[in-house]
Every structure is written in C-alpha cells, then in structure tokens.
C-alpha cells in the first residue's frame, strides 16, 4: 500500500525558533495538503498546494507559515516563528484528481509538534 | 458554506454492545464525498470508508455499517459488538471535489467512543 511519510514523528521547539515539517506524498498523487489538529480539538485544513503553488489556504495559514516542493518529491511546512499556540498534530496529505480508490486521500502519520 | 455536525462528544458502552455515531452535513454542492476516520490514541488517522453522493446504498464492512441518508443530510456509523480496541476518536469528514479547485476535507469535531471491558 502506498504510503505518505512525515517525518519527524515528534518536534519540541523553542517559542519563535523556526520548523520544517517533512512529508513525502504519494508518487502519483498531484494535491497536496496540511492539516493541523490542536490537542483534543478537530482536524483544521491549512493550505492545499497543486502544480507547484497554493491552490488554498485557510486563514489559519498565515505570514508566519509557508509551503514547499522542493525537489518533486518532498512536501514541507515551515513554521517561521513559533509561537505556543503552534504545538498541535500537523497532518500530511496527499489526494488523486478526481478521487481514486483508497477515497483518493491519504493521511501521514503525522508530526506532533511542541513549543516550549 | 459547508459543515460536518457530530452531536456526539463522547459515547461509553460496554463490550458486545452495538453503538452508532452520528454525522450530519452541510453542502450546497450536489457532488460530494464523505469520509469516515478513526484516530486511535496514538494518534494516527485511518480511513475508514469514502461515500459518493451518488451512491445511497449502505454499506457493511465487518462489524462495520454506514448509513447514508440523503433525504436528511446524515452519514450514520454502527459498530455492531463493539470491542475495547474500537476505543478511540472518530471523525466524520466532507469533501468537495468539483465545486472547490482544492478537494479539502472538511472535518466534524469527533466523537470519542470508550468501550469498555
């Protein structure tokens, strides 16, 4: 089964350091996604990337956070200054167009990040 | 605008009891898929069923059943004979393939189910 890959599983950082957040989507997949989850609240959709831009994002996707495929396989989040309000699950996806088999969404594992 | 409605914070049974999680949506959209996840405590989400708007019919997978419903918007989910491993958050979830450009998922605020020995 394909997979998509976050890395690292879990991140303590420094309030105001900056973070990257790592996923490697799917080979065939072509939309991309982060999703946050604060600790015991639902999973809130940030920012969704196709053909090498933001396609959407959510006004929790400010300033402060940006999105990148660096080289064609790689999908990354970088959090510029963390703030506390920052520490949640971020979630990785990755969809086909038009969904595919599997609903044509997968999930990462996910990155637990905390700001200390 | 669109909305995923689960009543339901936190739902305790007991082993071998049957239960149902309830997901009520909003769209304006006439095509539409909606999702169910199960994310257990470490943390993880894993898919649990997709449903086209276009297909009423229910489905069975194992102790698993969902009930679709158009006619009043709900997405129902049955574990027949629950077990402690069914423990965990579940999250009903909308997406709009056609009418957005981005498929995102539109996430209810999940029902914590606890089965008990």
């Known amino acids: 089964e394909p997979e998509v890959t976050q890395t690292p599983s879990h991140q303590v950082t420094q309030m105001g350091q900056e973070v990257i957040l790592r996923c490697v989507p799917i080979?065939?997949?072509?939309?991309f996604y982060w999703y946050r989850q604060i600790l015991g609240q639902k999973v809130e959709f940030l920012v969704s990337?196709?053909?090498?831009?933001?396609?959407?994002k959510s006004e929790i996707f400010d300033d402060q956070f940006s999105v990148e495929r660096p080289d064609g396989s790689n999908f990354t989040l970088k959090i510029r200054s963390t703030k506390l309000e920052d520490s949640a699950m971020y979630f990785c996806a990755s969809s086909e167009t038009p969904p595919g088999r599997e609903g044509g969404y997968t999930f990462g594992s996910g990155t637990r990040l905390t700001v200390v | 605008a669109q909305k995923v409605t689960q009543a339901q914070t936190e739902i305790s049974v007991v082993e071998k009891e049957d239960v149902t999680l309830d997901c009520v949506y909003e769209t304006r959209d006439t095509t539409y898929y909606l999702f169910w996840y199960k994310q257990p405590p470490s943390g993880e989400l894993v898919f649990l069923i997709r449903r086209n708007s276009f297909d009423e019919q229910n489905e069975i997978s194992g102790r698993y059943s969902w009930n679709f419903q158009k006619s009043t918007s709900s997405f129902n989910f049955t574990i027949t004979a629950s077990q402690v491993v069914d423990s965990a958050v579940y999250f009903c979830a909308l997406s709009d393939p056609y009418g957005g450009a981005t498929n995102k998922l539109i996430f209810g605020t999940g029902t914590l189910l606890a089965v008990q020995p």
């Open positions: 080979s065939n997949h072509l939309y």
């Open positions: 990337f196709y053909n090498n831009e933001i396609s959407e």
